[in-house]
């Protein structure tokens, strides 16, 4: 089973700042990776997909990097609806498995 | 843009049977998709379930693999999560999600509904 680790739990940030948050999976996931967000009471919205492919609408300060194990989310410069909490999620082709990490809170600094 | 909305029992008593249900409006449940179940306890973080394709294969969490079955009804455009000998770790908000079929290639869950809690007490 692929466990997927993020960091740092939470992340304190002030607007106009840079935000990096960090994923690690426990074996290659290649570029099978996602990341959404999710605020308070709503369902997560997808961000990332393919490691790096911005999803529909995407505003472009979000970008994601990374293959393999380690990825990597980076939020150019926060605006005050950015605040939330991030989740990736690994694809497994074989056996067909997604696994999501434990998430990082954007909080306000 | 297709939408999805979960529906069913607010309240299930430990050792029953969770059944939820995900309406698919504004596509066909038969299209290029696997369909997806995705659960969040209070305070905690996402969970994948499963999800099925129309045709009718599945894929499952390991963890949970011995008490869930996901459904596909092609005539009425919806698709059904069971999860069976529920107790109190099942208490969560629970998502239905749409993964667009990629072979070897992931997109993610682009499409959410905007999720139902379920609370298992007695």
């Known amino acids: 089973e692929i466990v997927m680790t993020q960091s740092p739990a939470t992340l304190s940030v002030s607007p106009g700042e840079r935000a990096t948050l960090s994923c690690r999976a426990s074996q290659s996931v290649s570029s099978n990776l996602a990341w959404y967000q999710q605020k308070r009471g709503q369902a997560p919205r997808l961000l990332i997909y393919?490691?790096?492919t911005r999803a529909t609408g995407i505003p472009a300060r979000f970008s994601g990097s990374g293959s393999g194990t380690e990825f990597t989310l980076t939020i150019s410069s926060l605006q005050s609806e950015d605040f939330a909490v991030y989740y990736c999620q690994q694809y497994n082709n074989w056996p067909p498995v997604l696994t999501f990490g434990g998430g990082t809170k954007v909080e306000i600094k | 843009q297709v939408q999805l909305q979960e529906s069913g029992p607010g309240l299930v008593k430990p050792s029953g049977t969770l059944s939820l249900t995900c309406a698919v409006s504004?596509?066909?449940?038969?299209?290029?998709?696997?369909w997806s179940w995705v659960r969040q306890p209070p305070g905690k973080g996402l969970e994948w379930i499963g999800e099925?394709?129309?045709?009718?294969?599945?894929n499952y969490n390991p963890s949970l693999k011995s008490r869930v079955t996901i459904s596909v009804d092609k005539s009425k455009n919806q698709f059904s999560l069971k999860l069976t000998s529920v107790t109190a770790a099942d208490t969560a908000v629970y998502y239905c999600a749409i993964r667009p079929l990629g072979g070897v290639s992931f997109y993610g869950m682009h499409v959410w509904g905007q999720g139902t809690t379920v609370t298992v007490s007695s």
């Open positions: 393919g490691a790096s």
């Open positions: 504004g596509g066909s449940i038969s299209s290029s998709n696997w």
């Open positions: 099925i394709y129309h045709s009718g294969s599945t």
